[in-house]
């Protein structure tokens, strides 16, 4: 740098180039490291602080707990996994549920009517639904349409697709946790493989069969240190936190005795034994379910109740009857757990109701 004087008697400081480059190298480094975020605008979240998320089951369920997750920033869906290709049987709690449910994910006011074709299901004597699209192929294309929402070019196909949870495991990269809601006698099974290679685990009610299952999961998810989550939302509610802060400040004074009821089950109970296979419909992997299921069960072939039916073996009591329990047992009052017990009713064929 050389400094001269002026006709006024001042001094001029003269950069040299080299001097020069140096400074404006060191500014373009400034402006290069600053947060991605701040770059992105507000609520952008970098790829990098992005969990990597692969969906294994997406029927019904499955579809509306993925579309929980794709809403949240910090997440990305990378793949998807069913053994059913597609199908239009899908239970939905509203008329055109999960049209009307992608809509909303996507921003937008026209299109996906065929995902609810809306024809009638009689799930049991009193509860009568309309049938919704799922499985991996049209969860595949939900996951691409959001995230090519984001893309100038309005296309996206990073979304993998397996019929196989064991073959997305081995085979998708980068996945750092999963979401298992499967049928129920595959929870524990998908849970515990996802878990032994290091990823973190969301899995739908009910997590086991058996004991024995809960506490191996128990014992695996030490080991390995993975985060895990049980779908218990009845405990998160708005209207289960309010209830507590009632007891806790005393509205209705001492606590001495809770009830509490419920309209489960509402799916078929006491199907009678298929006495004939029917045909595996298009787009089922039924071998694959039938070497994990089935034939551990002594049965064979494919009926659609058995592929519609998900409970195993434990009624009310079994899928929800502990999301209950948990909820009272944990925010109630000290040593009233102590009188804590678990009741279901169920009714016999003869009309006569029974309290066990």
Same mark, same amino acid.
């Given at each position: ?36 975020? *701040? +770059? ?23 579809? @509306? ?13 990378? /793949? ?155 405990? /998160? ?42 045909? *595996? ?24 109740? @058995? ?34 017990? +678990?009741?279901? /009713? ?9 309290? *066990?």
């Amino acid at each position: 740098m050389k400094i001269e004087n002026r006709a006024d008697g001042s001094f001029e400081r003269r950069l040299s180039r080299r001097e020069f480059v140096g400074q404006g190298a060191a500014a373009a480094m400034a402006f290069s490291i600053v947060p991605r975020h *701040v +770059l992105g605008g507000p609520g952008f979240v970098p790829p990098s602080d992005k969990v990597n998320m692969a969906f294994i089951g997406v029927g019904s369920q499955g579809l @509306r707990v993925m579309l929980h997750f794709l809403k949240e920033p910090d997440v990305q869906g990378v /793949a998807v996994c069913d053994a059913n290709k597609g199908s239009a049987d899908h239970p939905q709690w509203d008329t055109h549920e999960f049209c009307k449910s992608v809509r909303t994910l996507l921003g937008v006011d026209t299109g996906w009517d065929w995902l609810s074709p809306d024809q009638p299901i009689q799930l049991t004597h009193s509860l009568r639904v309309t049938s919704g699209v799922a499985g991996r192929e049209p969860c595949q294309q939900i996951v691409n349409a959001y995230y090519g929402t984001q893309q100038t070019s309005g296309k996206y196909n990073g979304c993998a697709a397996y019929s196989d949870y064991r073959e997305l495991l081995e085979k998708q990269k980068g996945v750092d946790a999963v979401v298992v809601c499967t049928t129920d006698n595959l929870h524990a099974a998908v849970s515990a493989a996802a878990m032994k290679r290091g990823k973190h685990v969301f899995c739908q009610k009910p997590l086991t069969h058996t004991i024995y299952e809960a506490r191996r999961l128990a014992e695996i998810a030490r080991s390995t240190g993975v985060a895990t989550q049980i779908a218990v939302g009845n405990q /998160a509610s708005e209207a289960t936190r309010s209830l507590c802060e009632w007891i806790w400040d005393g509205a209705i004074g001492p606590v001495r005795e809770v009830h509490n009821w419920s309209s489960r089950p509402y799916w078929p109970q006491g199907i009678e034994r298929p006495k004939e296979a029917q045909p *595996v419909p298009d787009g089922m992997d039924w071998d694959l379910l039938e070497r994990f299921w089935v034939r551990r069960a002594g049965g064979h072939g494919f009926v659609q109740l @058995r592929h519609d039916f998900s409970s195993v073996e434990t009624g009310g009591a079994g899928e929800c009857g502990g999301e209950f329990e948990r909820t009272l047992r944990g925010n109630l009052p000290a040593g009233f757990d102590r009188a804590l017990q +678990l009741r279901r /009713a169920w009714r016999h064929a003869s009309g006569e109701v029974h309290m *066990v």
